[in-house]
């Protein structure tokens, strides 16, 4: 916190640790009666990446793409980084109902074209993470036989496929995990948070991933799961569905790998051989 207000010229005070958050965290400061919410990461790519997304959040923004606002972003003691974001007080979608899929891929819509020519290549890393050389890829392979299996499931599907390309326009969040997703009222329905992920790509790769987490998180009331998929073909088609689907999926479990239990790990690959057939069925 000192750190950050001597960079800013201001006098910050931390608040309280907000809910979510499966990296650093989240933490509300105050200046004065303004509210904001900073995270930070320690030396490393994740702390390149996020001084890297300045300027790609602002671009999207400024085209009308409703993210909160990055506030101030800057580099910490030791090699880290810090984010300053605007404070939202609205409500982390829980549920994929009809309402929530709706607004959300209205909101979708506004990330057409929003990229920044200059931000990290969403699409050429889906495609790396398809073609088995990313070291994802062979993290999911290599942790349980289950992994294995949903790997190879998968490379059937992006060799079926072929090579359609994937879209390189569009702003791409990077981890549409309903935790970053808030809903909030008629004039501002959807606001998306952490956006340090932040690349060009496809916007329907964010579209299957949250299409995914319907899968690995089923619940009765997921009545909007499939206006995600319908939104997702109608954008660009059923091959680009396909590869962002396998790819996110692939990319997802990478992280469960480093930070699930193999009986976890293999529960949720069962449930996405389901959501593989389900793409090949689209």
Request: hydrophobic share 45%.
């Amino acid at each position: 916190m000192a750190e950050v207000n001597e960079q800013l010229g201001r006098e910050y005070r931390w608040r309280r640790v907000l809910s979510g958050g499966e990296q650093t965290g989240a933490h509300l400061v105050t200046w004065g009666d303004q509210c904001a919410v900073l995270k930070w990461e320690p030396a490393g790519w994740r702390a390149d990446q996020l001084l890297q997304a300045f300027p790609a959040v602002t671009y999207a923004l400024e085209r009308g793409w409703p993210a909160a606002r990055w506030l101030a972003v800057g580099p910490l003691a030791g090699g880290g980084s810090f984010v300053l974001q605007e404070y939202v007080d609205d409500v982390s979608m829980s549920v994929i109902d009809t309402h929530a899929a709706q607004a959300v891929t209205s909101a979708n819509a506004a990330q057409a074209g929003a990229g920044l020519a200059s931000a990290r290549d969403d699409s050429a890393q889906l495609e790396d993470v398809l073609s088995g050389g990313h070291p994802w890829t062979r993290q999911v392979s290599a942790f349980t036989r289950a992994g294995a299996a949903l790997v190879r499931h998968g490379q059937r599907i992006a060799a079926k496929v072929g090579a359609a390309p994937l879209p390189r326009l569009d702003v791409v969040h990077g981890d549409y995990s309903s935790s970053n997703i808030l809903l909030g009222s008629a004039d501002r329905p959807v606001t998306f948070i952490d956006c340090q992920t932040i690349g060009r790509g496809t916007r329907v790769r964010d579209l299957a991933d949250l299409y995914r987490q319907s899968f690995v998180y089923p619940d009765p009331a997921n009545t909007g799961a499939r206006q995600l998929r319908s939104a997702a073909l109608e954008a660009e088609g059923p091959q680009v569905f396909a590869k962002c689907a396998v790819a996110v999926t692939l990319n997802n479990l990478a992280w469960w790998a480093g930070n699930k239990t193999a009986a976890e790990f293999d529960r949720a690959c069962s449930a996405l051989h389901d959501l593989f057939d389900d793409i090949q069925e689209a």
